[in-house]
């Protein structure tokens, strides 16, 4: 059976000297000549050898995109049109913009980026989102949302090709684990005070914050015993005390001269962490060291079942960790709650408080059962 349609991507053209040449062009690429001799047909074995050894020399990164202007109403305009507006640029926090940018990137640009933005369409968006596994799903989502988001606003698009998107169940999972005393001390018995590991913990610990804002920390940001700055991730800002025991800590480095006053925290070399993930892998070493499960995140959290269970409300964890909406702070004061109403029900048992004044409270708890039989 002879196939009429050329291969995908490829073009043919005949010349003024009516010679028959074909390219491979894929979107967002340079046009590449495929290199075959005369009235050899497409399909063939040969031919598929040339179009073959034309895609080699194609670049593999999809942001090596031919200089030119794109096409107005196309996907690839509409994300040079995104990624220069405030609301990508002051909306989104640096982090946020890369991880969100590498996303469109990969799989919006790469191979929708000479599509028409309205007439992107759901079954579309469905076929990306089902090759993704779950976490992926929800990272893309988050991504594209405020995209078409931008785009609508713009008269781009029309409608939301997300609507109906369907995304895959997680699996349940209770993220990062959260830090218990006993594995705290544990810690601070294998890195005494005085040394950059227990400086790291203490730090996370008495702040309650994220790597990438720990790393940041240093005597700039205090005024008055006040430590003030803004999220990294989130822009918020927060203003905390200093509690006694980072201020202990502090002390201890600053004698022996291994604190710069503009930056609490240093690698083994004295020099600021690359990145909040080198500081994170560093210190995931430290916990190694130790002998504990936990990371920098469950110190975090550890942090904020602390301030609950001394009587912290969720709108001040919010103020304290920094967080913008109160769910994440809800969910530590609850849990804090069933602790304590854990520890209330064994303190009455072991104080002896009882709610029946019979010699045998059981058996007559027993009886009441039967009457319900």
Request: net charge positive.
């Amino acid at each position: 059976m002879i196939k009429h349609r050329l291969p995908k991507h490829v073009q043919a053209y005949v010349t003024p000297w009516g010679k028959q040449v074909y390219y491979l062009r894929k979107p967002g690429c340079p046009k590449i000549r495929i290199k075959v001799v005369d009235d050899v047909p497409p399909w063939s074995p040969v031919f598929m050898a040339a179009l073959e050894s034309a895609g080699e020399k194609l670049s593999d990164d999809a942001k090596q995109i031919v200089n030119r202007p794109p096409v107005a109403g196309t996907v690839n305009a509409a994300l040079v049109s995104y990624y220069d507006s405030t609301t990508f640029k002051d909306g989104l926090g640096k982090t946020t913009q890369q991880n969100r940018r590498a996303i469109l990137e990969r799989l919006i640009r790469a191979e929708h980026g000479d599509k028409r933005t309205h007439m992107m369409h759901a079954k579309a968006m469905q076929a990306i989102v089902s090759k993704l596994k779950p976490n992926a799903q929800r990272n893309f989502l988050r991504a594209m949302s405020h995209f078409v988001k931008y785009c609508i606003s713009l008269g781009l698009m029309t409608t939301d090709p997300l609507s109906t998107l369907t995304l895959t169940d997680r699996p349940k999972s209770k993220g990062f684990h959260a830090w218990t005393d006993d594995e705290i001390e544990q810690y601070r018995k294998r890195h005494p005070a005085g040394t950059k590991a227990r400086l790291a913990l203490e730090v996370i610990l008495q702040t309650g914050h994220a790597r990438s804002d720990v790393v940041r920390m240093g005597d700039q940001f205090v005024k008055n015993g006040r430590l003030s700055m803004s999220r990294k991730k989130t822009g918020t800002e927060f203003s905390i005390q200093l509690l006694p025991e980072l201020v202990a800590e502090l002390a201890l480095h600053r004698h022996d001269g291994a604190v710069a006053s503009m930056l609490w925290l240093t690698s083994e070399h004295g020099t600021p962490f690359g990145s909040a993930a080198v500081f994170g892998n560093w210190f995931a070493a430290q916990c190694r060291q130790a002998g504990v499960p936990g990371r920098a995140h469950g110190l975090r959290k550890a942090s904020a079942i602390r301030h609950a269970l001394h009587g912290a409300t969720a709108h001040e964890l919010m103020a304290w960790h920094g967080w913008k909406t109160i769910g994440e702070a809800q969910e530590y004061v609850e849990q804090a709650n069933k602790m304590k109403l854990a520890d209330n029900a064994a303190a009455k048992l072991i104080s002896g408080t009882k709610i029946v004044s019979v010699a045998d409270p059981l058996s007559q708890i027993g009886e009441k059962r039967k009457g319900y039989q």
